[in-house]
């Protein structure tokens, strides 16, 4: 089984997650799209979605499905989005694919938060992945500075301006032990807008796809 058909099995089991007659919050990446398919599927059985990302949201529309802008809607049940590590206690480093900011507000709306995985994003200790930093771009290097201090090898994903128009900086060479209080020293330094590590707000429920089925973690 491939690593795409494993995201699949893990976004198609969400659909359980999603209670019918409600908006739905949407995450960004492969995965998500995946999941966008599967809610498509049962359209006329939501009221529609809150989107992370300009991507999701054009992918949703294209399927037909109503797109709300999070300053309308006061509360929503269950946010929906991939990781690219997770760790037993539900800690995520997320933001590969650069809509990070968007991601953390969506989720922190949201009453739960199931993250679908293929079984390759589970770690025992989160760092691998390079940390995704979302930053103001006047504070590229000051804020590289900052992040080298914190023991940390900060590269300029050149290619890429986020959908806030602001850059990312992947912070390599981390040995993340302590996820909450790393994302808040992140957090601290001036020009950043959000860092990737989703630890104060964690996962609830995790989704985990593999060659045998899906695995539920709560
Ligand atoms: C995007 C994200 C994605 O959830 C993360 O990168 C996982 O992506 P994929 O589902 O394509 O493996 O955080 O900013």
Redesign the pocket.
Known sequence: MTQDEM?KRAAWAALEFVPRHSIVGV??????NHFIDALASIKEQIKGAVSSSIASTEKMQALGIAVFDLNDIDSFSVYV????EINPARHMI???????TR?KIVAAVAEQFVCIVDASKEVAVLGKFPLPVEVIPMARNYVARELQKLGGRPVWREAVVTDNGNIILDVHDLHITDALTLEQQINQITGVVCNGLFAARAADVVLVGGPDGTRVIK
């Open positions: 995201k995450g960004t990446g492969s995965t998500v989005d991939g990781a690219d997320k933001g590969g694919g650069a809509a990070l991601e």
